[in-house]
């Protein structure tokens, strides 16, 4: 199909890079020859401080240096990691640090398709955060990049790596759910979504995520994970979206919406509503993947089966793992066990061993920047109020 011709398109050099390069292992690097990875995080705010401290409980990751504009980020930062790291206040010197052999990007959303690039450009393996790129130039110039480069590069959607959710995608695959009517995805909250500042200067800085300059807001943020979710169980994406949003709660002068109501279309006739409210935490974190012989709910790390025409029945080997007989779960279903590490964990884990093993990770630069077309594609019908299709030169 035309509106999949992004993965096609790019695949083609993917696969190209995959025969020349990876069959014949030369990607052979650093982090082989002395068996332990050393990793350069670029911007220590929540979430590269707190994925330093999840990358000390890893063996064989050793985090050398640190970067970000900020100092007292910085400084949190050097304090997460039990390895001593060098600090940097230039992404480019950590660049420079040659033993360095990959690089974690958790800057914000705007900058990270030029950082990305310019840690391919320097010899680095990628572990690049969501959202991938803001904006279409931006996502296309990173995956021509990645597609020239022999290094790993991995998207930081996390639930791509969980277990339990890749369980959940094989069981809608071979049919549990039945042919699949509609998804039904929210991220729900309570609060300003606010981080606080020493300094009024320090505002766009630490506050990045409430300008659109910088910011996909909710739909970058969070929805985001759910998007990519639904990309990858139908193995197409969307040939249009609609949607609403605004500031309509925080009435702070910000500039990404607090709440938004985003539906996308598939070839294959499925609608896939999105929704984040940051007023209201009802259910918080939820997706419903409704189909003719059942549901699955999905929740950050449970997941349930309501089989369609059945309530409070006992049946046995819902989810082919546990082989116990399931009981029900009140307003939820039978539920899916199967033992998984915490995605954020399990993502690094799956970098580390694409690295290793030479191996291109799950997450890819192709599947990210799916996702990141479109969350553009979300962005562009609510802020422009209109329908917006699949970009036609993908």
């Not at 929540?46 to 990751?61: A, F, K, P, V, Y």
């Not at 572990?127 to 990049?145: D, F, H, M, P, R």
Request: hydrophobic share 35%; charged share 20%; aromatic share 10%.
């Amino acid at each position: 199909m035309k509106r999949r011709s992004f993965i096609k398109k790019t695949g083609v050099v993917a696969s190209a890079v995959a025969c020349s390069s990876y069959a014949y292992g030369s990607l052979l690097s650093n982090a082989n020859m002395h068996n332990k990875i050393n990793i350069g995080v670029i911007g220590t705010g929540d979430r590269g401080g707190g994925l330093t401290s999840i990358i000390n409980s890893i063996e064989n990751i050793n985090v050398i240096g640190c970067c970000d504009i900020l100092p007292f980020r910085l400084e949190h930062g050097l304090s997460k990691a039990n390895s001593k790291p060098i600090g940097y206040s230039d992404y480019r010197k950590l660049l420079d640090n040659k033993d360095i052999d990959a690089v974690l990007v958790a800057t914000p959303f705007s900058t990270h398709s030029k950082i990305a690039i310019d840690a391919l450009d320097a010899n680095k393996h990628v572990y690049c955060e969501k959202t991938l790129a803001k904006g279409n130039s931006g996502i296309q110039s990173l995956v021509k990049k990645s597609n020239q480069s022999n290094n790993i590069f991995q998207t930081g959607h996390q639930y791509h790596s969980s277990r339990l959710y890749t369980h959940v995608v094989d069981l809608i695959k071979q049919g549990k759910v039945g042919k699949i009517s509609a998804f039904e995805c929210q991220w729900n909250r309570h609060g300003n979504w606010r981080r606080p500042v020493p300094e009024s200067k320090y505002e766009k800085a630490v506050n990045w995520r409430m300008y659109r300059e910088f910011s996909g807001g909710l739909t970058a943020e969070l929805s985001s994970h759910q998007i990519d979710f639904v990309n990858w169980v139908l193995d197409e994406v969307p040939y249009q979206v609609m949607g609403v949003g605004g500031v309509d709660y925080w009435k702070d002068s910000r500039e990404t919406f607090d709440n938004i109501h985003l539906t996308y279309s598939y070839p294959s006739g499925v609608k896939a509503k999105f929704t984040c409210l940051t007023s209201n935490a009802k259910n918080g974190y939820e997706i419903k993947v409704m189909g003719d012989k059942g549901t699955i709910i999905i929740d950050t790390h449970r997941a349930w089966f309501y089989p369609e025409g059945q309530k409070n029945k006992v049946i046995k080997d819902v989810d082919g793992v546990s082989g116990a007989t399931a009981q029900w779960d009140e307003n939820k279903g039978y539920p899916i066990n199967v033992e998984h590490l915490e995605p954020s964990k399990q993502a690094l884990l799956d970098f580390r061993d694409a690295i290793i093993n030479n191996t291109q990770p799950k997450s890819s630069v192709l599947t990210g920047a799916n996702t990141a077309t479109c969350v553009q594609m979300g962005l562009d019908a609510m802020y422009n109020n209109t329908v917006v299709q699949w970009p036609k030169d993908l």
